[in-house]
């Protein structure tokens, strides 16, 4: 058997095929993700809040259900339902349908043409996959890039403004399902529009005189621009102690810098330029960019680099603060939260689309649609990448808390709480995995709130003692204590129930202790 024809049709309906089937398998192998349960319990709570407490706490080591916070936005859907995966899904099908029109290609009469080759590529990106199983927005994010993409090339849209609008309208969306307040988005899209509106009023000036080039039809100087304006600002935002989150790079720059570094490992080498088997092409396609004149090519060049720039960042940031938070040990919270770099694969369509205008205006650089002499390395990083989409829909999310939620469901009684001892790494995240099992709607009243093993809480159980921004846990009537937890349990209480968490989550005991009944007179 020889190898593969890359340039057959048929390998890449195949591989079309077998990226759809893994997604089908993460599907039923996988549970739903922890940022989904904590959409879900949001969504499922009367005002939108998460009624055990914020995921980011006050305390680094407790929870306080009065300090809450409103997640938008509001999904509903029960936690037996596969609501989120199956609605991921057929979106993305949608999605993976648009991009075939983005390629290079087109027939005589002008109209767009249809190629695997595209939707082969993101069926087969394990990002996606992993997504699909635990029900994340990734897919849907590159889904509403792509018909924002699709619209400019199967109507052949040439309007500046028009396509400014499209990407402004489905950039916005984006960060509305990230949860990003209207507010920030409304200045988004002024700024966006602003900014688009000086730059064609700048382009035009030039076009007035032949004899100087537009610096905004260089797509390759905008990108570099773009994407230098984009990380200086956050950072001096950040130095500033600007923008919440982002002041963890003030606050801790020794870790940020760090971090900085194994972001841009992350996000750009591993989750993009590997994960997307863009690496064969990247060089290939940034010598022939330089030599285009085009403000629609520079637009998309500068919105892809502006995103990757706040990505890159904001992954940096996201784990120096998440780090100092949790208490978690440097680089070991790089490992914990290295999915984190499938945010960039909100990119990898209009990367595709840059690639294709590219390789229009040059027909002889080695692209997707036409390898060339890059044949053999195309195939060799879809063979490097298969083996991890393949991890990605085997490994799916397993939970131990669904058991325990069991148990506490058959015997707790409304309006009773118990604590969660958990080490502070995703403790929160893991808490409401619980309550999606146990009081979803909140019919029952049921309160869960989370220590770390080394919190003192056994001093708030048996002395009543109060502490700030921690929940009252003076009254609760059950200990959920994590596998591979060490800690002591006051007197006066017994073990209700032990189980064997699935090995993927270490395979290890999980205890629910209960207070011991009074002996009858």
């Excluded at 993976?96 to 009469?109: R, T, W």
């Excluded at 950039?171 to 307040?181: A, H, N, P, R, T």
């Excluded at 507010?183 to 602003?194: E, Q, Y």
Aim: net charge negative.
């Amino acid at each position: 058997m020889g190898m593969p024809d890359i340039d057959d049709d048929r390998f890449w309906w195949s591989l079309l095929i077998i990226g759809c089937l893994l997604s089908l398998i993460a599907i039923v192998s996988s549970d739903i993700g922890l940022d989904t349960h904590i959409r879900m319990n949001a969504a499922n709570s009367e005002d939108g809040s998460l009624q055990w407490g914020h995921t980011r706490t006050v305390d680094p080591l407790a929870s306080d259900p009065d300090y809450s916070k409103v997640i938008e936005p509001q999904l509903v859907a029960q936690s037996d339902s596969q609501f989120f995966t199956i609605s991921t899904t057929v979106i993305f099908a949608v999605g993976l349908a648009i991009s075939g029109f983005v390629n290079p290609f087109e027939k005589e009469d002008g109209k767009s043409v249809w190629s695997p080759r595209l939707p082969a590529i993101l069926s087969i990106y394990p990002v996606f996959i992993y997504a699909i199983g635990r029900g994340y927005f990734e897919p849907i994010f590159a889904t509403i890039m792509a018909l924002s993409i699709g619209v400019i090339g199967i109507l052949k849209v040439s309007k500046r403004s028009t396509q400014a609008i499209l990407l402004l309208v489905s950039l916005s969306l984006v960060l509305y399902l990230k949860g990003i307040e209207m507010d920030t988005i409304f200045w988004f899209i002024i700024i966006g529009g602003v900014a688009n509106n000086v730059g064609q009023f700048i382009d035009d000036k030039f076009s007035l005189d032949e004899s100087k080039d537009s610096p905004l039809q260089q797509p390759f100087l905008m990108a570099v621009a773009t994407f230098c304006s984009v990380a200086i600002l956050l950072l001096v935002a950040g130095m500033a102690g600007m923008g919440g989150t982002l002041s963890a790079i003030r606050d801790y720059p020794l870790h940020f810098l760090f971090a900085l570094f194994g972001s841009f490992l992350d996000v750009v080498i591993i989750f993009g330029l590997f994960g997307m088997v863009m690496w064969p092409f990247i060089i290939p396609m940034l010598n022939n960019l330089k030599q285009i004149r085009s403000y629609n090519v520079s637009l998309l060049a500068s919105a892809c680099a502006g995103l990757l720039a706040a990505i890159w960042i904001y992954v940096a940031v996201l784990w120096t603060y998440e780090a100092e938070l949790w208490g978690a040990e440097w680089p070991d919270i790089m490992w914990i939260m290295g999915n984190n770099g499938r945010y960039i694969s909100l990119l990898i369509i209009p990367l595709f689309a840059l690639m294709a205008y590219t390789a229009k205006q040059f027909p002889e650089m080695p692209s997707l649609w036409s390898p060339k002499e890059k044949s053999k390395t195309l195939l060799l990083a879809i063979i490097l990448v298969l083996p991890l989409t393949l991890l990605a829909s085997l490994h799916g999310q397993t939970m131990w808390t669904d058991e325990a939620a069991e148990v506490l469901s058959d015997s707790m009684e409304d309006d009773q709480q118990f604590i969660f001892i958990h080490e502070p790494t995703l403790a929160m995240h893991w808490l409401y995995t619980i309550r999606s099992d146990l009081d979803l709607d909140g019919q029952r009243n049921i309160t869960g709130h989370w220590r770390a093993p080394d919190s003192g809480w056994q001093d708030e159980v048996v002395n009543a003692t109060q502490y700030p921004n921690r929940g009252d846990i003076s009254s609760i009537q059950f200990i959920v204590v994590s596998p591979e937890i060490e800690t002591t349990i006051p007197e006066g209480w017994e073990i209700l129930q032990q189980g064997k968490a699935p090995l993927l989550n270490g395979g290890n005991l999980w205890t629910i202790w209960v207070k011991e009944l009074p002996l009858p007179n």
